[in-house]
């Protein structure tokens, strides 16, 4: 069974930093790109983050670019969001996701986490 | 950026009734390999996203084949043949030939 559990979630102060870590299980980790979508109160989804599976092309939304950096290490079968510079607009629920597809590209996003939630407030 | 258009924001069906829901691309979805990556999401308050639907019309392991989707291009659609209570929550297209967007949910209640 795919289980994608993520932590680190919390309240910090505008500008301070915060890292998200998501522990997989259930799956051969080292073959799947992941990613991360967040979902502010109330509101709907936004894709965030996204890396390959051999932890390379890193690609960002607009809104976290130059803030966030997404990683992976399969060693440890995890994924991980480091966030600096936080905004009272980052504040939301991050998921941690499996991404599907095959050698010519990504077909979306097939299993997802129940999610970690980070408020920016002081 | 793709934007994903999603209609209506909110859907009032009865127990057993079909339900439909839209959704557009600002650009067409058709990838440089001749797919399109068009999927369709479930999400129950307090839950986690689920897949329903992907490549516009392959139902995920363990969809009940009363959720079918239909489109290409820029224009997409999701049905639900005859809604059941558990069908309740809000509905996400997403589309993941141009990196990620989603549309912005329809939310699907029994009236």
């Known amino acids: 069974e795919v289980q994608l559990v993520e932590s680190g979630g919390g309240l910090v102060k505008p500008g301070g930093s915060l890292r998200l870590s998501c522990a997989a299980s259930g799956f051969t980790f080292s073959t799947y790109s992941m990613t991360w979508v967040r979902q502010a109160p109330g509101k709907g989804l936004e894709w965030v983050s996204s890396i390959t599976s051999t932890n390379r092309h890193p690609d960002y939304a607009d809104s976290v670019k130059g803030r966030f950096t997404i990683s992976k290490d399969s060693a440890r079968n995890s994924l991980y969001l480091q966030m600096n510079y936080l905004r009272a607009e980052d504040t939301a629920v991050y998921y941690c996701?499996?991404?599907?597809?095959?050698?010519?590209?990504?077909?979306?996003?097939?299993?997802w986490g129940q999610g970690t939630l980070v408020t920016v407030s002081s | 950026d793709i934007v994903m258009t999603q209609t209506p924001l909110s859907s009032p069906v009865t127990l057993g009734q079909p339900a439909s829901i839209s959704c557009r691309s600002s650009?067409?979805?058709?990838?440089?390999?001749?797919?399109?990556?068009l999927s369709w999401l479930h999400q129950r308050p307090g839950q986690p996203p689920r897949l329903l639907i992907y490549?516009?019309?392959n139902r995920f392991s363990g969809v009940p084949d009363r959720f079918s989707g239909s489109g290409a291009g820029t224009d997409f659609t999701l049905n639900i043949s005859r809604v059941e209570a558990e069908d309740v929550g809000v509905y996400y297209c997403m589309q993941a030939t141009h990196s990620f967007s989603f549309g912005g949910g329809t939310k699907v209640e029994i009236k």
């Open positions: 490549k516009i019309s």
């Open positions: 650009q067409s979805l058709v990838h440089s390999d001749g797919n399109t990556y």
């Open positions: 996701a499996r991404v599907f597809g095959d050698t010519s590209g990504w077909w979306g996003i097939d299993y």
